[in-house]
């Protein structure tokens, strides 16, 4: 197996599941974004983004289905939930939640506010920096309760919606979570599994907005 990655990118996604299940894989570290300072990536991947994602013959670009893909394909289930399982629907639904509703808007905001920053794009970032923590509120609501996602244990759910909360912490929109959610992601943080992860590469660092 091998992972293209960005340090801090959707790709610590997978690479943190990878970690988490102890499999044997290569990582090829690459700069961000890639498709501007590693041109050749594109011959790897098309698009131009990460992660990319092959196991054999198969190749794939969605990190949270990546995640999805080890857990099925290697029968790790102390890492997530089979069909079977009566929190399956809800699982499945944290796991898309995580970027479709979490990780989108973070992205244009990132965009507009550091890689094409302009007055007009910083308004429209703020307006999605917005989205996003008030997309937060499903979240918080269940973290009142609860120490994990699904089931009362650890599984990639949390991993695909701690990285939205991660990812969140380096566009300083942290400052805004509810004491609950932060203690959750920082709780997350603590595991090894991703610290192993996230040390690979540089870190992902922004300069201070006005």
């Known amino acids: 197996m091998k992972l293209w990655h960005c340090s801090s990118a959707r790709s610590l996604r997978p690479l943190w599941t990878l970690e988490e299940l102890e499999l044997d894989y290569e990582v090829q570290i690459l700069p961000f974004p890639p498709r501007v300072f590693e041109r050749d990536y594109l011959k790897v991947n ?35 939930l089979e069909p079977s399982h009566p929190e399956y629907g809800a699982y499945l639904n944290w796991l898309h939640h995580a970027d479709a509703t979490l990780t989108f808007p973070q992205t244009i905001a990132m965009r507009y506010y550091y890689l094409e920053p302009t007055p007009e794009k910083q308004a429209v970032a703020d307006d999605y920096g917005k989205w996003y923590l008030s997309r937060l509120r499903r979240l918080d609501s ?20 701690s990285y939205a909360l991660y990812l969140g912490r380096a566009l300083k929109f942290d400052q805004h979570y509810k004491p609950q959610t932060a203690e959750y992601l920082q709780r997350l943080m603590e595991r090894p599994a991703f610290k192993r992860a996230d040390e690979q590469g540089e870190p992902l660092q922004f300069p201070d907005r006005e």
């Open 142 to 161: 269940h973290l009142e309760s609860h120490d994990y996602l699904v089931d009362n244990r650890f599984t990639i759910a949390d991993i695909a919606v």
């Open 46 to 80: 098309s698009l131009g983004t990460v992660p990319f994602f092959s196991d054999g013959d198969i190749e794939m670009t969605e990190s949270v289905g990546i995640c999805q893909y080890l857990i099925d394909r290697y029968q790790r289930y102390e890492f997530g």
